[in-house]
Nanobody, 124 residues
Framework: QVQLVESGGGSVQAGGSLRLSCAAS????????MAWFRQAPGKEREGVAR???????FYADSVKGRFTISRDNAKNTLYLQMNSLKPEDTAMYYC??????????????????WGQGTQVTVSA
């Protein structure tokens, strides 16, 4: 089974940027649907963005226009570029994957494989 390792989290001020990375342990380009989730203290884990094997992205309304999901298939790596960060973006961010077929949903139950998470903290 694929193993996922996130990196790139940190603390920034509102309006700043961060780039998260998720390294996969095996080739994911053609077989895996990938996504980013986040979970703030006391809240449910929510889908932020997902990407199909062909690179087609989808975003939650809360991050549309500010976040960009991408994948480098040659490096087996998933990215999340986060710009114009807000305090409400503060959360633990998780990388997730599932084998095809891709499901048009950002429900956590759809994804089978998870990373350990990387913390993002945005101060006002």
């Amino acid at each position: 089974q694929v193993q996922l390792v996130e990196s790139g989290g940190g603390s920034v001020q509102a309006g700043g940027s961060l780039r998260l990375s998720c390294a996969a342990s095996e080739y994911t380009a053609s077989n895996y649907c990938m996504a980013w989730f986040r979970q703030a203290p006391g809240k449910e884990r929510e889908g932020v963005a997902r990407i199909l094997p062909d690179g087609t992205p989808f975003y939650a309304d809360s991050v549309k226009g500010r976040f960009t999901i991408s994948r480098d298939n040659a490096k087996n790596t998933l990215y999340l570029q986060m710009n114009s960060l807000k305090p409400e973006d503060t959360a633990m961010y998780y990388c997730a994957a599932r084998l095809r077929p891709c499901i048009p949903s950002m429900s956590r139950s759809v994804y089978n494989y998870w990373g350990q998470g990387t913390q993002v903290t945005v101060s006002a």
